[in-house]
């Protein structure tokens, strides 16, 4: 080991010039994670020992209900955008968490724990929406019979105890950021996340994976031109605060994973100095890192240039060096908020984008800059393919075609049409996008396929097809893409599987197939998986169950089957998981409150909410992102209701938002694009959604031809 290395990583103490108050290290994530304690320093600092404010920004807030805790202490109520201070310092560390969300909305923060001496903190940003998504990821090389707990933003956390996929509980609001970390590693292991930080956040984020071994390296560097005095806070992976007070060797106190990666970025610059890290990031480690080094100096450059191609609604978040997230809704003139230190360098690289949405940066990196830099180019372009995929039952297959949103050019998948089996009615995506379900009514089982994410090729999951129960009429994937469902229209009963997370295969739950109604035709379950309901056709009721989180077992919750004002044909949940809007075919929408605890309902309005109109067949239901207007597909048009996302009460709207004679209605992850399947006239509509009031806007080239009455549609856009 070379000299620098067995200073660097030998047990810390003062000579590493990490600030040291009283006799303590200060280091946010001592031991086995980087969250601080939920009551340290709660209510102020210790009288005599050097403290630091806490503000930040909130943006998106619609109205009251939003406090925030510093440290545990007592909540700050905010109520509109703009800037907020916590009126009481504090010590050391500091963890910014909301204590009480804002009715319809979710509020996220970021930046959101960190770590400082005496110099301020204004960092925290808290974004709200009614629009959010979910952050989650896989662990790998967790040892037998060891566990980890996870973090993400300094709360909600969640006890991982074998390989695999994991989902965070609370969804992120869109816009917002994440920031993953190990709150609690396993015994004899290090646990290290990748990916861990996010910024601009507008899909649900699935790669933030944890890799686990038994053996770890070191990681740090060290830190010139820091002013006597001053103090800077490093972040490795977004979290492990360390407060580097003096020029000289640095280490993170917590060690990461063989094999893993690590991220340095800066979480506190010093007061009245700009640092800026070098060779900050790596992967694959195999050996200790000790040259993440660290410039600091007064004088300090800024970072811009020009973007050019984005579009209208669309949105783009840029990085320097890693980190000091940008996020661009026009073109034009842009410029990072935080410059370089003189003599240093930067990259500049895209993060987070609308859908469709990828940017070539030029002249976007150098080293040694001596003056501002003016020239970054950020060049957009838009690809607005979609692909789309229809049931054509009468022939037992798939039709698989790529849409142009732009102008309505249509050509085959490769290898479509794909068979399936006989007499396929229902298709579902699982929601990572790598698996493809056919629920075949005239054979009582499900096709399943791997979904190819770069043509939207399907090929058949070996062990395919998998038996169901009697004619099922559709199928359902947790949204945590664990288990899988079909509604067995003349079994009377649903089918439950697991979904193998590799190969995408089916296996039967213990205790499957689970009692249902008469003719059960339609499945819908809440955002956080806990929840199922189907639609009992002919019983004219609603079946409602809780999910076993471990073994996907199903229960049927008290008062269960619900009463409805005639046959259901379709169902949907709203994105807060606080609703459920069964559609009765009889030009009737019911809207039931669903109880967080117990999974059981209470309709808002028996009898349901209905139309003057002679639109019958109402067969389907959605919502935009936001979960603020609902759209129905029915025999004349698209019936749209204005939803109360307090209440979950609807507010029918004149008219149709868009003629037609509809079977089925899906949107997006997003919930900006809306596609009608026209069972009728045999085309697939495309719909833009106006993010504003949720009206219907066309796309230049729908409609589009699809060769078979579709059923129902799965939309994958690219």
């Given at each position: 080991?070379?000299?620098?290395?067995?200073?660097?990583?030998?047990?810390?103490?003062?000579?590493?010039?990490?600030?040291?108050?009283g006799s303590s290290?200060?280091?946010?994530?001592?031991?086995?994670?980087?969250?601080?304690?939920p009551?340290?320093?709660?209510?102020?600092?210790?009288?005599?020992?050097?403290?630091?404010s806490v503000?930040?920004?909130?943006?998106?807030?619609?109205?009251?209900?939003?406090?925030?805790?510093?440290?545990?202490?007592?909540p700050?109520?905010?109520?509109?955008?703009?800037?907020?201070?916590?009126p009481?310092?504090?010590n050391?560390?500091y963890?910014?968490?909301?204590?009480?969300q804002?009715a319809?909305q979710t509020?996220?923060?970021s930046?959101?724990?960190?770590?400082?001496?005496?110099?301020?903190?204004?960092?925290?940003?808290v974004?709200?929406?009614?629009?959010?998504?979910?952050?989650?990821?896989?662990?790998?090389?967790?040892a037998?019979?060891?566990?980890?707990?996870?973090r993400?933003?300094?709360?909600?956390?969640?006890?991982?105890?074998?390989?695999?996929?994991?989902?965070?509980?609370?969804?992120?609001?869109?816009?917002?950021?994440y920031?993953?970390?190990?709150?609690?590693q396993?015994?004899g292991?290090t646990?290290t996340?990748?990916?861990?930080?996010?910024?601009?956040?507008?899909?649900n984020?699935?790669?933030?994976?944890?890799?686990?071994?038994?053996?770890?390296?070191?990681?740090?560097?060290s830190?010139?031109?820091?002013?006597?005095?001053?103090?800077?806070?490093l972040l490795?992976?977004?979290?492990?605060?360390?407060v580097?007070?003096?020029?000289?060797?640095y280490?993170?106190?917590?060690?990461?994973?063989?094999?893993s990666?690590?991220?340095?970025?800066?979480?506190?610059?010093?007061?009245?100095?700009?640092?800026?890290?070098?060779?900050?990031?790596?992967?694959?480690?195999?050996?200790?890192?000790?040259?993440v080094?660290?410039?600091?100096?007064?004088?300090?450059h800024?970072?811009?240039?020009?973007?050019s191609g984005?579009l209208?609604?669309?949105?783009?978040?840029?990085?320097?060096?890693g980190?000091?997230?940008?996020?661009?809704?026009?073109?034009?003139?842009?410029?990072?908020?935080?410059?370089?230190?003189?003599?240093t360098?930067?990259?500049?690289?895209?993060?987070?984008?609308?859908?469709?949405?990828?940017?070539t940066?030029?002249?976007?990196?150098?080293?040694?800059?001596?003056?501002?830099?003016?020239?970054?180019?950020?060049?957009?372009?838009?690809t607005?393919?979609?692909?789309?995929?229809?049931?054509?039952?009468n022939?037992?297959r798939?039709?698989g075609?790529?849409?142009?949103?732009?102008?309505?050019?249509?050509?085959?998948?490769?290898?479509?049409?794909?068979a399936?089996?006989?007499?396929?009615?229902?298709?579902?995506?699982?929601?990572?996008?790598?698996f493809?379900?056919?629920?075949?009514?005239g054979?009582?089982?499900?096709?399943?396929?791997?979904?190819?994410?770069?043509?939207?090729?399907?090929?058949?999951?070996?062990?395919?097809?998998?038996?169901a129960?009697?004619?099922?009429?559709?199928?359902?994937?947790?949204?945590d893409?664990?288990?899988?469902?079909?509604?067995?229209?003349?079994?009377?009963?649903?089918?439950?599987?697991?979904?193998?997370?590799?190969?995408?295969?089916?296996?039967?739950?213990?205790?499957?197939?689970?009692?249902?109604?008469?003719?059960?035709?339609?499945?819908?379950?809440t955002?956080?998986?806990?929840?199922?309901?189907?639609?009992?056709?002919?019983?004219?009721?609603?079946?409602?169950?809780?999910?076993d989180?471990?073994?996907?077992?199903?229960?049927e919750?008290a008062?269960?089957?619900?009463?409805?004002?005639?046959q259901?044909?379709?169902?949907?949940?709203?994105?807060?998981?606080?609703?459920?809007?069964?559609?009765?075919?009889?030009?009737?929408?019911?809207?039931?409150?669903?109880?967080?605890?117990?999974?059981?309902l209470t309709?808002?309005?028996?009898?349901?909410?209905?139309?003057?109109?002679?639109?019958?067949?109402?067969?389907?239901?959605?919502?935009?992102?936001?979960?603020t207007?609902?759209?129905?597909?029915?025999?004349?048009?698209?019936?749209?209701?204005?939803?109360?996302?307090?209440?979950?009460a609807l507010?029918?709207?004149?008219?149709?938002a868009?003629?037609?004679?509809?079977?089925?209605?899906?949107?997006?992850?997003?919930?900006?694009?809306?596609?009608?399947?026209?069972?009728?006239?045999i085309?697939?509509?495309?719909?833009?959604?106006?993010?504003?009031n949720?009206n219907?806007?066309?796309?230049?080239?729908?409609?589009?031809?699809?060769d078979?009455?579709?059923?129902?549609?799965?939309?994958?856009?690219r």
């Amino acid at each position: 080991m070379r000299a620098l290395d067995a200073i660097l990583f030998r047990p810390l103490h003062r000579s590493l010039s990490v600030l040291a108050l009283g006799s303590s290290v200060l280091l946010a994530a001592c031991g086995s994670g980087n969250t601080p304690s939920p009551t340290a320093n709660a209510g102020g600092g210790t009288p005599g020992t050097p403290s630091f404010s806490v503000a930040g920004r909130v943006s998106g807030l619609s109205g009251a209900g939003l406090t925030l805790s510093l440290n545990g202490g007592a909540p700050l109520a905010l109520s509109a955008d703009g800037g907020f201070a916590f009126p009481t310092e504090v010590n050391a560390r500091y963890a910014v968490t909301v204590a009480s969300q804002p009715a319809g909305q979710t509020c996220t923060v970021s930046n959101a724990t960190g770590a400082s001496r005496d110099t301020d903190v204004a960092q925290v940003r808290v974004n709200c929406s009614a629009t959010t998504f979910t952050v989650g990821g896989s662990v790998s090389g967790l040892a037998g019979g060891q566990s980890l707990v996870l973090r993400n933003n300094g709360a909600d956390p969640i006890t991982v105890s074998a390989n695999g996929a994991y989902t965070f509980a609370v969804r992120v609001a869109r816009n917002g950021g994440y920031a993953v970390s190990v709150d609690t590693q396993p015994a004899g292991q290090t646990c290290t996340v990748s990916n861990a930080t996010g910024d601009g956040v507008l899909a649900n984020v699935g790669n933030v994976n944890v890799l686990c071994a038994a053996s770890s390296h070191g990681v740090g560097g060290s830190v010139a031109g820091l002013a006597a005095g001053a103090t800077v806070t490093l972040l490795n992976n977004g979290g492990d605060a360390t407060v580097v007070s003096a020029d000289g060797p640095y280490a993170f106190a917590t060690r990461v994973a063989d094999q893993s990666a690590y991220a340095v970025t800066v979480g506190t610059q010093p007061a009245g100095q700009t640092c800026t890290v070098a060779n900050a990031q790596g992967s694959g480690l195999a050996a200790d890192v000790g040259n993440v080094n660290v410039q600091c100096s007064a004088t300090a450059h800024t970072i811009g240039g020009t973007l050019s191609g984005l579009l209208a609604n669309q949105q783009v978040t840029l990085y320097n060096n890693g980190a000091d997230p940008l996020t661009l809704t026009a073109n034009g003139a842009f410029q990072f908020s935080t410059p370089i230190a003189t003599q240093t360098a930067y990259a500049v690289t895209q993060g987070a984008a609308s859908r469709g949405v990828g940017c070539t940066v030029g002249n976007g990196s150098g080293s040694n800059a001596t003056a501002d830099v003016g020239n970054v180019s950020v060049a957009c372009t838009t690809t607005a393919l979609s692909f789309v995929y229809v049931t054509d039952y009468n022939n037992d297959r798939i039709l698989g075609y790529s849409m142009d949103r732009l102008t309505g050019a249509r050509t085959a998948l490769p290898g479509s049409p794909y068979a399936a089996g006989d007499n396929n009615r229902w298709l579902t995506l699982h929601p990572n996008q790598a698996f493809f379900y056919s629920a075949n009514l005239g054979s009582s089982d499900v096709s399943a396929y791997t979904v190819n994410a770069s043509t939207g090729a399907l090929t058949p999951v070996a062990g395919s097809p998998f038996a169901a129960g009697s004619q099922p009429t559709s199928i359902q994937v947790t949204p945590d893409g664990r288990f899988a469902y079909t509604a067995n229209s003349q079994s009377g009963n649903v089918s439950g599987f697991r979904v193998d997370l590799t190969t995408g295969a089916l296996t039967p739950l213990p205790g499957s197939p689970y009692a249902a109604g008469n003719i059960p035709t339609k499945i819908a379950i809440t955002p956080n998986s806990r929840f199922l309901y189907v639609t009992n056709q002919n019983g004219q009721n609603l079946s409602a169950y809780r999910i076993d989180a471990t073994t996907g077992a199903l229960t049927e919750v008290a008062g269960s089957p619900y009463p409805l004002a005639g046959q259901p044909y379709g169902i949907g949940v709203h994105p807060s998981g606080n609703f459920v809007y069964p559609v009765v075919y009889q030009a009737k929408l019911h809207a039931l409150r669903i109880d967080p605890t117990t999974g059981e309902l209470t309709d808002l309005q028996p009898g349901g909410y209905g139309s003057s109109g002679s639109d019958w067949e109402w067969l389907s239901f959605t919502t935009n992102g936001a979960g603020t207007v609902g759209y129905v597909a029915t025999n004349q048009g698209i019936r749209a209701f204005d939803i109360n996302t307090t209440t979950g009460a609807l507010t029918a709207r004149t008219g149709f938002a868009h003629a037609g004679r509809y079977e089925y209605l899906t949107t997006n992850p997003e919930g900006d694009h809306l596609y009608a399947a026209d069972f009728h006239a045999i085309f697939t509509h495309m719909l833009d959604i106006d993010p504003a009031n949720g009206n219907l806007t066309p796309f230049s080239g729908s409609a589009v031809p699809v060769d078979a009455r579709p059923y129902n549609l799965v939309v994958i856009e690219r």
